[in-house]
């Protein structure tokens, strides 16, 4: 391919965000680019381990613990053999951090991104989200508020398909919703227990990204409950970019694919104001390329586009081109994770489950929601299940084996994902002294969780036991590990968005306020990042961005 | 020449048993392979021999088939070579020849030609702690062997009941209409 100006747009990175990037770029008419550095899948042919059982896993899904130590650090254990092939591997593509402050940077090395292998949980920010920050005098302001986002919210729920319940929550925004997974005996229990018990708080269905009706239209099948939705579906029944936005930007005949292309920087025209183009280097053969587009929509996830722009700088220079006001790079943040709690639920023994649900019960934020006395800003909630295993009879030899044949209790679990505040101290940098396979600083990581994250994560522990216990659960317990920041796979920031160009990188639109047409979708915008899993926002986000951008670029601004 | 040919060519000098770090570096892949042909040896012929026999006695043939029919023994051995560290094995070597020397001296044999009623006795012995190194050497042979058969095609879809597109979600299916519980 020769570097010419034959696209519109280049899209850099395929995952949530690039791959509704693409869609909506190609369905208003642009001719689309789409980078990504990992390899080709294709939607049902390249999931190796779709619709297999355990026996036709390699090792029984038991990932080789030393190698999973070795080549695939950052997931900490959780790669198995039959999503390893969706992983990059950590050991040939090192970043950089110094040993106290370990940061699990997990990421894909494939088409489609973190989308095949995402937990699915899909929520909308509430306006109190969107105003935290300027309410608390913590990190920079949003310069958006919910009703901007509510309409692109709609459209991509409306498009991808969201299950789950209305519960006219004004703190949990309900979605465009498909019919919720319903909730099993216990947790129905559960429910009703836990809500009289705790006025106010609440136990609702899963909000999930696994439809639930068929969308023909989209040769989408609703889901099977087989529950190994990290293999990849070929049912369609979750939302992934092959199976949702990528078929829809190659209908329009304006997309072109290229994976295995591995971008390192962009290319600055500092007396423009503009990106003047993309470099990128053949993961296989090594050739570089500077490819250009009126536009750029860098979506590369949040880090590796924190990565791409830091080394986006002049010849000779350590210091990137979109650097200018300190921002970049800073305020990096994850969510909280690593707390859990379990308990037995009495009787209902007479039913158990058919069936494997993607996903189970949520019970939303209740801390902060109004002033309360708390040693902690922001909150928390709460993801979890209930369900029943075999029995676990001691001994070995006949008495064991059928005893197993009998079904424990019910018993719920669930585990907290609580909000990270901004600080402007945790960054991300280039490490000049170390270089990749392309010849790229490494990226380095100075991310540490603080007292409000602390406070939290003991809080939820003590809540979370507390909740169980009064609700009549039994065997009650619990356990807060220590979080390594990156371990949720919820990071986000170092790009923000904020009014001012003096504070933030991005303007209300996604747009750099150092080169107009360069938009940021991914993670990286986040100023804050709430409690509730944020992909679904960098869908409505990106639609919105792009929306934004057409209409520019039609106005001759671009 | 490149570091890769560069490696491969120092696979004469070190032998057979390469350190795994440099086994992977010479095998250099984007995304390792995990082995799914035979398993590495790691037993002797004694030692596969009594790893068959008591995994037989820890989930033992009854309406439905056991351990040895599961194909456990290549499990454990598979999980030993691939998947292990050095400890990790000794647990499991130091076990076997305690439960052996217990045998001779109890019962005048090796543990493998002792009666399936021995076996039990020694295995017994092993869990109460009352050999040495028996309990960790229980607990983790235990978890092998009951790994190895509820992920086998026969404890997936005969001892219990496999639904590979259940289609549909029940949170409350009768228990009474269960004959085997359902696999995960």
Redo the contacts between chains.
């Keep these: 391919m020769a570097a010419t100006d034959r696209f519109d747009a280049i899209v850099i990175g395929s995952g949530v965000s690039g791959g509704w990037a693409a869609k909506e770029l190609t369905e208003k008419g642009l001719r689309v680019l789409m980078v990504d550095r990992g390899r080709m899948v294709e939607h049902g042919e390249d999931y190796p381990f779709d619709g297999k059982s355990a026996y036709e896993i390699p090792a029984r899904g038991k990932m080789p613990a030393a190698l999973a130590k070795s080549d695939y650090f950052a997931l900490n254990g959780w790669v198995s053999p039959a999503t390893q092939p969706f992983f990059i591997n950590d050991r040939l593509n090192p970043y950089d951090y110094d040993a106290p402050n370990k940061f699990n940077w997990v990421r894909p090395s494939v088409v489609g991104g973190k989308s095949l292998t995402w937990g699915r949980w899909s929520f909308r920010w509430s306006q109190a989200d969107f105003e935290a920050n300027k309410r608390e005098g913590v990190g920079t302001d949003w310069p958006i508020r919910y009703d901007d986002v509510a309409p692109w919210y709609s459209y991509v729920e409306n498009y991808i398909g969201v299950s789950g319940g209305r519960e006219n929550l004004p703190y949990l925004p309900d979605s465009e919703f498909m019919p919720p997974f319903p909730m099993n005996v216990a947790e129905k229990w559960l429910k009703e227990r836990l809500e009289s018990e705790f006025p106010g708080r609440k136990l609702i269905n899963a909000r999930l990204s696994n439809i639930t009706e068929d969308k023909p239209e989209q040769n989408r099948t609703r889901c099977q409950k087989r529950a190994q939705c990290d293999r990849g579906c070929s049912f369609g029944a979750y939302f992934s970019t092959q199976a949702v936005t990528l078929p829809a930007a190659r209908a329009t005949g304006r997309l072109t694919l290229r994976s295995d292309s591995w971008v390192t920087n962009l290319e600055y025209d500092p007396a423009q104001k503009r990106v003047t183009g993309v470099r990128m280097v053949d993961a296989n053969t090594g050739q570089v390329e500077v490819v250009q587009a009126r536009m750029v929509f860098l979506c590369a996830s949040a880090m590796s586009s924190l990565h791409i722009l830091l080394n986006s700088r002049p010849a000779g220079s350590e210091r990137s081109y979109f650097h200018s006001n300190g921002a970049l790079g800073s305020a990096v943040m994850d969510h909280i994770f690593r707390v859990g709690v379990a308990g037995d639920i009495p009787g209902m023994s007479e039913f158990v489950e058919y069936g494997r649900r993607p996903g189970g019960v949520y019970v939303p934020r209740f801390r902060n929601l109004e002033a309360e006395d708390l040693p902690f800003k922001r909150g928390y909630g709460f993801q979890g299940a209930a369900g029943r295993q075999a029995s676990a009879p001691k001994g070995f030899g006949l008495s064991m084996k059928h005893g197993m044949r009998e079904y424990g209790p019910w018993r719920f679990t669930m585990s907290a994902f609580g909000e990270c505040l901004p600080y402007d101290d945790n960054r991300v940098m280039l490490n000049h002294s170390k270089t990749d396979r392309f010849g790229t600083p490494l990226l380095r990581f100075d991310v540490r969780f603080r007292d409000n994250e602390i406070r939290m994560m003991d809080d939820a522990l003590e809540q979370g036991m507390l909740m169980l216990r009064k609700a009549g659960l039994t065997n009650v317990t619990g356990g807060r590990g220590k979080h390594v920041p990156g371990e949720a796979i919820h990071e986000m920031g170092g790009a923000r968005m904020g009014h001012d160009p003096a504070t933030s990188v991005l303007n209300k639109w996604n747009q750099a306020h150092d080169a107009a047409n360069l938009f940021i979708t991914d993670g990286a915008q986040m100023a804050s990042v709430s409690c509730v899993n944020p992909s679904l926002t960098f869908m409505a986000m990106t639609a919105r961005a792009a929306d934004h951008a057409v209409k520019q670029m039609r106005a001759g601004l671009i | 020449m490149d570091r890769r040919i560069a490696l491969a060519s120092i696979v004469g000098m070190l032998g057979a048993n390469i350190f795994?770090?440099l086994a992977?570096a010479i095998a250099y892949q984007?995304?390792?392979v995990?082995?799914?042909g035979a398993p590495e040896i790691v037993f002797t012929p004694a030692q596969r021999a009594l790893v068959t026999a008591l995994s037989e006695?820890?989930?033992?043939t009854?309406d439905t088939p056991g351990a040895i029919a599961a194909g456990v023994p290549e499990?454990i051995e598979?999980?030993l070579g691939?998947?292990?560290?050095a400890d990790e094995r000794a647990t499991i070597f130091e076990g076997l020849a305690a439960i052996d020397t217990r045998s001779i001296a109890d019962y005048g044999k090796p543990a493998v030609k002792a009666s399936a009623a021995q076996q039990?006795a020694l295995?017994t012995l092993a869990?109460n702690g009352e050999l040495s190194g028996g309990a960790p050497f229980f607990e983790a042979f235990?978890q092998l062997v009951i790994?190895?058969y509820y992920?086998?095609?026969i404890?997936?879809?005969q001892?219990r009941e496999?639904?590979?597109?259940?289609?549909?979600?029940?949170?409350?299916?009768?228990?009474?209409k269960?004959k085997?519980?359902?696999?995960?």
Aim: negative net charge; hydrophobic residues 35%; glycine residues 8%.
């Design positions: 795994a770090p992977r984007p995304n390792p995990i082995n799914t006695r820890i989930l033992p009854s499990y598979h999980m691939d998947w292990a560290i039990d295995l869990m235990r790994t190895g992920t086998s095609e404890g997936i879809t001892e496999y639904l590979p597109v259940p289609g549909e979600y029940d949170g409350a299916y009768p228990y009474a269960v085997r519980i359902f696999s995960s």
